[in-house]
């Protein structure tokens, strides 16, 4: 390999021309031929170096994450060491979430980058590569060149899965050479085309090779350049100008401010062989004052430009003379817009005008002129290099190149991507971001800034590519591309952005200025509580749904300038795919990502389905106030010994602390906690004594939402009979869920304490076999709730899915859990990926006469359902989890399972879920030997007793989604038989919600409950204690039970926390709720 980036990342570096080279003015190349020439050209590509070469990113986002500091130690360092080495600063190579980065390079060696090299860390990732052990689970990768020894274990930089994908024209340099050497910048082929285009294309030849490359404006709008160009050569003019837009405005966009930064004279080539192009004389870079590194290297490499003859009079002896004027604006938005952008380097205000005439017929002071961005400009070397149709070879039919995204937002790596264009969105998102991290889902993408659009999850396979964002409603904009999680609410980023667009509206025209005011108003309506609600403000938010819609397209048809016209494009789009939030925003009072803070609340409140004021019992956890934290626990959830083990803590989706970045609170493992410390009796609580004559409930059902049901309703006083076809209350509580994570003693003790005088239980008897809903009526109750569950396993649906060793999931997990019977033997399958099929394989591993256990699952372990603790769990315990398989026959003899034979899937499109749909690999089949198979695929209602109710297509119960009544009066309906197999603390919600509708009912009031806010009231004062210096401390994680203790037993697996790590942990929380209680 001739350089250290011959990789399908980056294309090989060319090397300079002699020509070029002869026709410096100045620098280390005049006069050098021969061997000296290759030396220098050799030293200055990093293909051969003398001394070691110590490289420390340090461009904005290098020096935001403290590369300034890096910088300063290294230099330390070497004094101190006493290594004579030389130092680099460097651009920045697009992986901004790993800065501070630094590469080394020794002699003889591949060059060696490293992530996140902080101050603290340099001394150590430095001696490890000096003394020849670098540190290599930490090195992102090398750069291997021919003539240089390879690091062992390290692999290639360009098959990082950030770069891997990626094909960096525009960014060939960015991270790699001294943005300070023009030297560097030459040695790798830079200005080599513009010295031939000077002399040895005419004008007409160079638009023409720009037409043949298809190449697209990439400031927004996609114009081809090659026609703004060749009308610019045909405009006859005694003075045409060329402008380089480098005014980034839009949030979350920073590729041409990184272009400027690292490679500026990629810029300052391009923009000269444009001039060149129509015949300008002179042009100017229009950039912001607040990129003050960009300022000053690009005034950096327009002085070494114009010292070697590539800038000024006579450029390289060509007869082409130029002469480039750095301006600075003042960040106002509204001069990202051609014709504002004119008017403030003229020196007037930046104000758009009506077009026509267009800048091309009369810009800058009166004169033709053409306006690109830096990335259109950078683009221009490597179309000069390759010829116009080697540029169109790479993209599509109507996008070709390449485009430069500035990846940010909810996502693992963000940082500048390069991608050809017709590069699927999802690929930029999961491939080259590595997806969302905290194992959240992604709900959608902005793409294009404030006039740009928003791309739901499942759409996210649209191409990079100009007129397939048209024609979805999106545009590519200048490339920021902004990734948002399942806690991002789409009210909230469209208020965000119209908030932006009013404010940097100019306020020119009428429908861009007044029309976006009212469109904020309506939004701040929306998202306000209706205790902050004044004059007009209920009329804007109930009208705002139809007045947004109206509004956004009278502004987008009446604006005066593309930014007017694009300014309702953020809620236009998150208008049109996700109504339902606005809808919750506006009837139901409720913010469904937890986000807006009067509709919220404390977000861990808000996220939690039964209510608990979570923050309250963190809170008093970090004063040391248990028995206060089990009251707060306890008044809201009757369950919450068993919601401290099993509960898929919802809570922590909508901790602060994790949606900022960080690791949310232990909020499931502070309640066991104080539920393991704190007597249940502190609780006081006891229920209304029976009115004479009062309403008769029936519950059928003894699970989570049966039983939560039963003790709301006799804690009012109604007398509630529960009923239950097994032996023992619980529902799946018992029934599915092991003793190692939920110990019977403590299951017992809980239910018993829901029991009152009001609640009568009733064992042993099914709906259907024993009783019917009418016979329940005619008995004289008033009303019944239906908490059945799902407790029927789906079947395999192959032919001989019934022999002898076939077990559905939910059998098996009852004959062990409620009878004792251990139904597994010699070597057992679990097909499935959910909680049901974890729990069965880690039950089965612990029956006597269990050889081994595997689990068969159709995609891969990132898409199984269960929850991520279970599986880790059972890969500790020895289970193995086969994954992208599917059964395809059951193989058995004598009416006995003999195995299953599965044919191997791959990854292809996504299904309605957002999952990969699995698809078979022909000719991939094999068979798996076992004595046991466990059919847990997934569970259903069992319908055979719901004669007369409809059912949903699945077999589930259909009721009003609000009061939960079904089809038939007075019978109401919750839990899993409504929605399929969910989680306990659902099902907890779900009785709750039918005791008050069935109260209501019952004392005649209307079956409709206003959504209301519950926001924090009480003001708990926050630990006083001193705060540490550094990161903070790190999520607490509770003990488990060692491996040898658990074998063949149903000994508890997850142990408490201390009460050294409990109050670290509650210590650590931000406290949403004092924002609304702190006394003024």
């Given at each position: 390999m001739s350089s250290p980036t011959s990789h399908a990342c980056w294309s090989p570096a060319p090397r300079p021309g002699s020509a070029l080279l002869g026709a410096l003015q100045d620098g280390p190349f005049r006069g050098l031929e021969g061997e000296a020439l290759d030396g220098?050209?050799?030293?200055?590509?990093?293909?051969?170096?003398?001394?070691?070469?110590?490289?420390v990113g340090a461009g904005t986002c290098g020096l935001g994450a403290g590369a300034d500091k890096t910088l300063a130690q290294v230099k330390a360092w070497c004094e101190a060491t006493g290594r004579d080495a030389e130092i680099r600063e460097v651009g920045c190579i697009g992986l901004c979430s790993e800065e501070p980065m630094v590469d080394v390079q020794l002699?003889?060696?591949?060059?060696?980058?490293?992530?996140?090299?902080?101050?603290?860390?340099?001394?150590?990732?430095?001696?490890?590569?000096?003394?020849?052990?670098?540190?290599?689970e930490r090195a992102l990768g090398q750069f291997p060149a021919e003539g240089q020894e390879a690091w062992p274990g390290v692999r290639p930089m360009a098959e990082h899965p950030f770069l891997a994908r990626q094909k960096r024209w525009v960014l060939a340099n960015s991270g790699l050479i001294d943005f300070t050497s023009i030297d560097e910048y030459i040695a790798?082929?830079?200005?080599?085309?513009?010295?031939?285009?000077?002399?040895?294309?005419?004008?007409?030849?160079?638009?023409?090779?720009?037409?043949?490359?298809?190449?697209?404006?990439?400031?927004?709008?996609?114009?081809?350049?090659?026609?703004?160009?060749?009308?610019?050569?045909?405009a006859q003019s005694d003075q045409k100008y060329m402008i380089c837009n480098a005014d980034?405005?839009?949030?979350?966009?920073?590729?041409?401010?990184?272009?400027?930064?690292?490679?500026?004279?990629?810029?300052?080539?391009?923009?000269?062989?444009?001039?060149?192009?129509?015949?300008?004389s002179k042009a100017y870079i229009y950039i912001r004052a607040e990129y003050p590194l960009a300022i000053r290297n690009l005034k950096l490499a327009m002085a070494q430009a114009r010292a070697y003859g590539l800038l000024g009079e006579n450029i390289l002896g060509s007869g082409f003379s130029l002469d480039i004027v750095l301006k600075m604006g003042a960040g106002a938005f509204v001069c990202g817009e051609e014709t504002a952008l004119m008017h403030s380097i003229e020196g007037r205000r930046g104000m758009p005008r009506p077009r026509p005439p267009y800048p091309i017929q009369s810009g800058l002071f009166g004169k033709p002129t053409v306006i690109n961005n830096v990335e259109t400009f950078a683009n221009i070397p490597t179309v000069m290099q390759l010829g116009g149709a080697g540029f169109a070879a790479t993209g599509t039919e109507g996008s070709k190149g390449t485009k430069v995204f500035a990846l940010s937002g909810m996502v693992r790596r963000t940082g500048l991507v390069e991608v050809p264009m017709g590069t699927a969105i999802r690929d930029v998102v999961f491939a080259v971001g590595g997806g969302i991290p905290n194992g959240k889902k992604c709900k959608a993408v902005q793409i294009g800034g404030p006039s740009g659009g928003c791309i739901p999850e499942p759409h996210l396979d649209l191409p990079c590519d100009y007129e397939a964002l048209k024609s979805f409603?999106?545009?590519?904009?200048?490339?920021?591309?902004?990734?948002?999680?399942?806690?991002?609410?789409?009210?909230?980023?469209?208020?965000?952005?119209?908030?932006?667009?009013?404010?940097?509206?100019?306020?020119?025209?009428?429908?861009?200025?007044?029309?976006?005011?009212?469109?904020?108003?309506?939004?701040?309506?929306?998202?306000?509580?209706?205790?902050?609600?004044?004059?007009?403000?209920?009329l804007l938010r109930v009208r705002g749904v139809m007045v947004l819609k109206e509004l956004g397209e009278a502004i987008r048809t009446s604006s005066l300038c593309g930014l007017g016209q694009t300014a309702p494009n953020p809620v236009l789009s998150t208008l049109k795919w996700f109504r339902e939030e606005y809808e919750a925003h506006i009837y139901e009072r409720r913010c469904p990502a937890g986000a807006c803070?009067?509709?919220?609340?404390?977000?861990?409140?808000?996220?939690?389905?039964?209510?608990?004021?979570?923050?309250?019992?963190?809170?008093?956890?970090?004063?040391?106030?248990?028995?206060?934290?089990?009251?707060?626990?306890?008044?809201?959830?009757?369950?919450?010994?068993?919601?401290?083990?099993?509960?898929n803590h919802p809570c922590e989706s909508s901790c602060r602390c994790g949606t900022t970045g960080g690791d949310p609170i232990a909020i499931r493992h502070l309640k066991r906690f104080v539920v393991d410390r704190v007597d249940p009796a502190t609780f006081k609580g006891g229920a209304r004594p029976q009115r004479p004559g009062a309403p008769r409930v029936a519950v059928v059902g003894a699970g989570p939402a049966g039983l939560t049901a039963a003790h709301a309703l006799g804690m009012k006083g109604y007398p509630v009979t529960v009923f239950e076809r097994e032996h023992k209350a619980g529902g799946m509580l018992v029934a599915g869920i092991p003793a190692y994570r939920l110990p019977r003693e403590v299951l017992e003790r809980e239910i018993d304490s829901l029991i009152n005088e009001n609640v009568r239980m009733e064992f042993g008897k099914a709906l259907g076999r024993d009783f019917t809903i009418q016979s329940l009526k005619e008995e004289g109750y008033q009303a019944v709730y239906l908490a059945l569950g799902s407790h029927q396993s789906?079947?395999?649906?192959?032919?001989?899915?019934?022999?002898?060793?076939?077990?559905?999931?939910?059998?098996?997990?009852?004959?062990?859990?409620?009878?004792?019977?251990?139904?597994?033997?010699?070597?057992?399958?679990?097909?499935?990926?959910?909680?049901?099929?974890?729990?069965?394989?880690?039950?089965?591993?612990?029956?006597?006469?269990?050889?081994?256990?595997?689990?068969?699952?159709?995609?891969?372990?990132?898409?199984?359902?269960?929850?991520?603790?279970?599986i880790e769990a059972a890969l500790d315990e020895g289970i193995r989890v086969e994954t992208l398989v599917a059964p395809l026959q059951v193989v058995s003899a004598g009416g006995r399972l003999r195995g299953i034979v599965f044919q191997r899937n791959e990854l292809g499109d996504r299904d309605e879920s957002g999952r990969a749909r699995p698809v078979p690999i022909p000719g991939s089949e094999f068979t798996a030997e076992l004595d046991t198979l466990v059919v847990a695929i997934s569970e259903e209602p069992e319908t055979a007793c719901l004669d007369g109710f409809r059912l949903k297509s699945w077999g589930g119960v259909v009721t009003n989604p609000e009061s939960g009544l079904t089809s038939q009066k007075r019978v109401y309906a919750g839990g899993d038989v409504v929605t399929g197999p969910s989680t306990v603390i659902e099902a907890v919600a779900a009785g709750k919600n039918a005791a008050v509708m069935i109260d209501r009912q019952l004392t005649g009031r209307q079956l409709k409950v206003l959504g209301g806010v519950a926001l924090p009231t009480v003001y708990i004062p926050p630990f006083a204690g001193e705060e540490e210096e550094g990161e903070g401390p790190a999520r607490a994680v509770p003990p488990h039970l060692p491996l040898e203790m658990r074998r063949k037993n149903f000994r508890e697996v997850d142990l408490c926390l201390s009460e050294e790590h409990a109050l670290c942990e509650a210590r650590r929380c931000l406290r949403c709720d004092v924002e609304f209680t702190q006394p003024v």
């Amino acid at each position: 390999m001739s350089s250290p980036t011959s990789h399908a990342c980056w294309s090989p570096a060319p090397r300079p021309g002699s020509a070029l080279l002869g026709a410096l003015q100045d620098g280390p190349f005049r006069g050098l031929e021969g061997e000296a020439l290759d030396g220098l050209l050799a030293a200055l590509r990093r293909e051969r170096v003398e001394r070691p070469v110590i490289f420390v990113g340090a461009g904005t986002c290098g020096l935001g994450a403290g590369a300034d500091k890096t910088l300063a130690q290294v230099k330390a360092w070497c004094e101190a060491t006493g290594r004579d080495a030389e130092i680099r600063e460097v651009g920045c190579i697009g992986l901004c979430s790993e800065e501070p980065m630094v590469d080394v390079q020794l002699p003889g060696r591949a060059r060696i980058s490293f992530a996140a090299v902080t101050a603290d860390r340099v001394d150590e990732v430095l001696e490890g590569v000096f003394q020849g052990r670098p540190d290599v689970e930490r090195a992102l990768g090398q750069f291997p060149a021919e003539g240089q020894e390879a690091w062992p274990g390290v692999r290639p930089m360009a098959e990082h899965p950030f770069l891997a994908r990626q094909k960096r024209w525009v960014l060939a340099n960015s991270g790699l050479i001294d943005f300070t050497s023009i030297d560097e910048y030459i040695a790798r082929g830079g200005y080599d085309a513009l010295h031939a285009t000077l002399t040895g294309r005419t004008r007409q030849e160079v638009v023409d090779e720009v037409l043949a490359s298809g190449l697209r404006g990439r400031g927004g709008g996609g114009f081809p350049t090659g026609r703004k160009w060749k009308m610019a050569l045909d405009a006859q003019s005694d003075q045409k100008y060329m402008i380089c837009n480098a005014d980034e405005g839009d949030p979350g966009a920073f590729m041409d401010r990184a272009v400027c930064e690292s490679d500026p004279h990629r810029l300052l080539e391009g923009m000269i062989t444009g001039c060149y192009a129509i015949g300008a004389s002179k042009a100017y870079i229009y950039i912001r004052a607040e990129y003050p590194l960009a300022i000053r290297n690009l005034k950096l490499a327009m002085a070494q430009a114009r010292a070697y003859g590539l800038l000024g009079e006579n450029i390289l002896g060509s007869g082409f003379s130029l002469d480039i004027v750095l301006k600075m604006g003042a960040g106002a938005f509204v001069c990202g817009e051609e014709t504002a952008l004119m008017h403030s380097i003229e020196g007037r205000r930046g104000m758009p005008r009506p077009r026509p005439p267009y800048p091309i017929q009369s810009g800058l002071f009166g004169k033709p002129t053409v306006i690109n961005n830096v990335e259109t400009f950078a683009n221009i070397p490597t179309v000069m290099q390759l010829g116009g149709a080697g540029f169109a070879a790479t993209g599509t039919e109507g996008s070709k190149g390449t485009k430069v995204f500035a990846l940010s937002g909810m996502v693992r790596r963000t940082g500048l991507v390069e991608v050809p264009m017709g590069t699927a969105i999802r690929d930029v998102v999961f491939a080259v971001g590595g997806g969302i991290p905290n194992g959240k889902k992604c709900k959608a993408v902005q793409i294009g800034g404030p006039s740009g659009g928003c791309i739901p999850e499942p759409h996210l396979d649209l191409p990079c590519d100009y007129e397939a964002l048209k024609s979805f409603g999106a545009i590519m904009g200048s490339g920021g591309l902004v990734v948002m999680d399942e806690n991002t609410c789409m009210v909230d980023l469209a208020k965000f952005f119209m908030e932006f667009i009013q404010s940097e509206s100019c306020g020119k025209c009428i429908p861009c200025r007044e029309g976006t005011k009212q469109m904020l108003d309506i939004l701040k309506a929306i998202t306000q509580n209706r205790r902050s609600e004044e004059g007009l403000d209920a009329l804007l938010r109930v009208r705002g749904v139809m007045v947004l819609k109206e509004l956004g397209e009278a502004i987008r048809t009446s604006s005066l300038c593309g930014l007017g016209q694009t300014a309702p494009n953020p809620v236009l789009s998150t208008l049109k795919w996700f109504r339902e939030e606005y809808e919750a925003h506006i009837y139901e009072r409720r913010c469904p990502a937890g986000a807006c803070r009067e509709l919220v609340g404390a977000p861990c409140q808000s996220g939690c389905p039964v209510g608990t004021e979570v923050w309250k019992y963190v809170a008093h956890v970090a004063l040391g106030e248990y028995e206060d934290a089990y009251g707060a626990i306890r008044a809201a959830n009757p369950f919450p010994s068993v919601c401290a083990r099993v509960c898929n803590h919802p809570c922590e989706s909508s901790c602060r602390c994790g949606t900022t970045g960080g690791d949310p609170i232990a909020i499931r493992h502070l309640k066991r906690f104080v539920v393991d410390r704190v007597d249940p009796a502190t609780f006081k609580g006891g229920a209304r004594p029976q009115r004479p004559g009062a309403p008769r409930v029936a519950v059928v059902g003894a699970g989570p939402a049966g039983l939560t049901a039963a003790h709301a309703l006799g804690m009012k006083g109604y007398p509630v009979t529960v009923f239950e076809r097994e032996h023992k209350a619980g529902g799946m509580l018992v029934a599915g869920i092991p003793a190692y994570r939920l110990p019977r003693e403590v299951l017992e003790r809980e239910i018993d304490s829901l029991i009152n005088e009001n609640v009568r239980m009733e064992f042993g008897k099914a709906l259907g076999r024993d009783f019917t809903i009418q016979s329940l009526k005619e008995e004289g109750y008033q009303a019944v709730y239906l908490a059945l569950g799902s407790h029927q396993s789906k079947r395999l649906g192959l032919p001989g899915d019934e022999v002898e060793g076939i077990v559905p999931g939910i059998a098996f997990l009852k004959a062990w859990n409620l009878h004792g019977r251990a139904l597994g033997r010699g070597r057992v399958g679990v097909i499935g990926g959910g909680n049901s099929a974890l729990d069965a394989a880690r039950v089965a591993l612990r029956q006597e006469g269990v050889e081994e256990v595997t689990i068969f699952y159709r995609r891969t372990r990132n898409e199984m359902p269960a929850y991520q603790e279970e599986i880790e769990a059972a890969l500790d315990e020895g289970i193995r989890v086969e994954t992208l398989v599917a059964p395809l026959q059951v193989v058995s003899a004598g009416g006995r399972l003999r195995g299953i034979v599965f044919q191997r899937n791959e990854l292809g499109d996504r299904d309605e879920s957002g999952r990969a749909r699995p698809v078979p690999i022909p000719g991939s089949e094999f068979t798996a030997e076992l004595d046991t198979l466990v059919v847990a695929i997934s569970e259903e209602p069992e319908t055979a007793c719901l004669d007369g109710f409809r059912l949903k297509s699945w077999g589930g119960v259909v009721t009003n989604p609000e009061s939960g009544l079904t089809s038939q009066k007075r019978v109401y309906a919750g839990g899993d038989v409504v929605t399929g197999p969910s989680t306990v603390i659902e099902a907890v919600a779900a009785g709750k919600n039918a005791a008050v509708m069935i109260d209501r009912q019952l004392t005649g009031r209307q079956l409709k409950v206003l959504g209301g806010v519950a926001l924090p009231t009480v003001y708990i004062p926050p630990f006083a204690g001193e705060e540490e210096e550094g990161e903070g401390p790190a999520r607490a994680v509770p003990p488990h039970l060692p491996l040898e203790m658990r074998r063949k037993n149903f000994r508890e697996v997850d142990l408490c926390l201390s009460e050294e790590h409990a109050l670290c942990e509650a210590r650590r929380c931000l406290r949403c709720d004092v924002e609304f209680t702190q006394p003024v």
